[in-house]
Every structure is written in structure tokens, then in C-alpha cells.
């Protein structure tokens, strides 16, 4: 059973992401054991590219000041080997695949998993290409989990049937951030989804308040929150670590609900 799994297995999933370096390594530390600590399922580390397509501009802001920062891919790799002293819930990569090409696709994926990360996200590869990138993950033991948004439609069953992991559904068109609402009908795109495949589903993109995550977990397996964590570190910091703790806490109760 794929360690991902877990985190969903008999309950619904909070999953944060956190962008690796904003505002610097070592808070990074702080906030993945704060997370986790709080009640965190899975979480999401995004290394920095300085073109992310998919991020809005509070997660293209954490990009660039993580990038000016001095952040690199061999930086996060140390960084995820101490993470793994003392936090063990599983975690996946998310990033751009210009970020594997100019590392070395086998080496990043072997590094990876070596240090005991689960999956990898590729916003930017498509479906169709993902076979670039889909033997070494499997070579390696890591997920290489698969988006489906509310676009893929006829694409949606064939997208699940090979999906790993978990699959990440897209809740609402565009690029991250927080929104007031969500209108997406996420509850027929899951009900495809369950036709093909049992591999859980966690939605993200859009989501920020307690309501909204206990909707959408109630419709999914979990709950994926960014852009609502990118601001708290914006906001407060190297001290953002003990606010991103309270919120996941927050966060994670309202999922929990989603169960009842």
C-alpha cells in the first residue's frame, strides 16, 4: 500500500502546501513540524520555480522570495532529510518539470524517494506526457500523482484509471488563490472518478475557510490549502510557524466534520 494512501485511510485528509524557503529554510523546518503537529495528513513541499504557471501571485510571491532567498533544489533535499528526523506522515514534491529536467529527472526522482519523500506533483505536464517521468517514479517507488480539473471531462476516467497515489482535483478554473466561493459541481467530477478508480481524491485551488474545507472534503477524500498558508507566512514571518500551526489545527477540525 502507497504510504499516501495512509493519510487518507478511515478519514478525510487536511493536506497544506508550504513553499520550501519562504522566508527561509529553517522556518520552513518549523512550520512542516508545526503542521504536522497540528493535525496534517500530508503535506505538499513546493520547490521554487521562477516561472510557476499554475500559483497566483501569493504563491508566485513566496516563489520569488524563497529563489532570492537563495533556495535550490540541493538546499531543499537537505532541508527534507532533516524534516524526516522527526516527522514521518507522508509528503510529496510539488514543482515544474523544468525543475527535474535541469536537476537530472533520474537523479532528482532517486533523491527523492531515497530521502523519503512519497509523491511528485507537475502542474505543467500534462497527461499525455506524463510517461517522461512516469517510468522513474515507478523505478523509484513515488507517486507521480495526477490533476484532473473541471476541463477534463471526457479525459476524467482515463486520467483515473492510472491515477497513483492520490488524485488532485482542481476545484475551480484559473491559477491558486484563496476565493469567496466555489461553484465548481466537484460532486459529479468525484463521481466519474469513483467509476474508475478507488485511489482517494483531494481537492485544492481556491480553498481558505473552515466552511470551504469541510464542503469540499465532504465531496472528496481531503482538503488542499496553499495560497490561505503562503499569506500567514507572509504576513508574520520567521514567527509564521506557531499562526500556520493554529490554522491547520482549525483546518483539520473542520475536515474531520466533513466525516460525520
Not at 8 to 20: L, S
Not at 141 to 160: F, K, Q, V, Y
Not at 224 to 243: F, Q, T
Request: one cysteine or more; proline letters at 5%; a negative charge.
Amino acid at each position: 500500500m502507497s504510504n499516501i494512501y495512509k493519510a487518507f485511510q478511515n478519514k478525510k485528509a487536511f493536506i497544506p502546501f508550504i513553499t520550501c524557503g519562504d522566508p527561509d529554510l529553517e522556518t520552513t523546518l518549523e512550520i512542516v513540524k508545526a503542521a504536522a503537529e497540528n493535525g496534517a495528513d500530508l503535506i505538499e513541499l513546493g520547490i521554487p520555480f521562477s516561472d510557476p504557471t499554475a500559483e497566483g501571485p501569493v504563491i508566485q510571491g513566496a516563489n520569488l522570495r524563497a529563489l532570492k532567498g537563495g533556495v535550490t533544489t540541493d538546499k531543499i533535499f537537505d532541508l527534507v532529510a532533516e524534516i524526516r528526523k522527526t516527522v514521518t506522515i507522508p509528503m510529496v514534491f510539488m514543482t515544474y518539470a523544468n525543475v527535474v529536467y535541469s536537476y537530472g529527472a533520474e537523479e532528482f526522482i532517486s533523491k527523492a524517494a531515497a530521502l523519503g519523500i512519497d509523491g511528485l506533483i507537475l502542474p505543467d505536464i500534462p497527461y499525455e506526457e506524463k510517461d517522461e517521468f512516469k517510468p522513474l517514479c515507478e523505478k523509484y517507488g513515488l507517486d507521480l500523482i495526477s490533476m484532473i480539473a473541471p476541463t477534463s471531462e471526457n479525459r476524467i476516467a482515463m486520467i483515473a484509471k492510472e491515477a497513483k497515489g492520490f488524485i488532485y482535483l482542481v476545484s475551480s478554473l484559473g491559477v491558486t488563490g484563496t476565493r469567496s466561493e466555489i461553484t465548481t459541481d466537484l460532486a459529479s467530477i468525484v463521481k466519474l472518478i469513483r467509476e474508475s478508480t478507488t485511489v482517494p481524491v483531494g481537492t485544492g485551488f481556491g480553498i481558505s475557510t473552515p466552511e470551504q474545507a469541510e464542503k469540499m472534503a465532504s465531496v472528496a477524500d481531503g482538503a488542499i490549502v496553499g495560497s490561505a498558508i503562503i499569506k500567514l507566512m507572509e504576513k508574520y514571518g520567521r514567527d509564521c510557524p506557531a499562526y500556520v500551526g493554529e490554522y491547520v489545527k482549525s483546518m483539520k477540525s473542520a475536515v474531520v466534520r466533513a466525516e460525520g
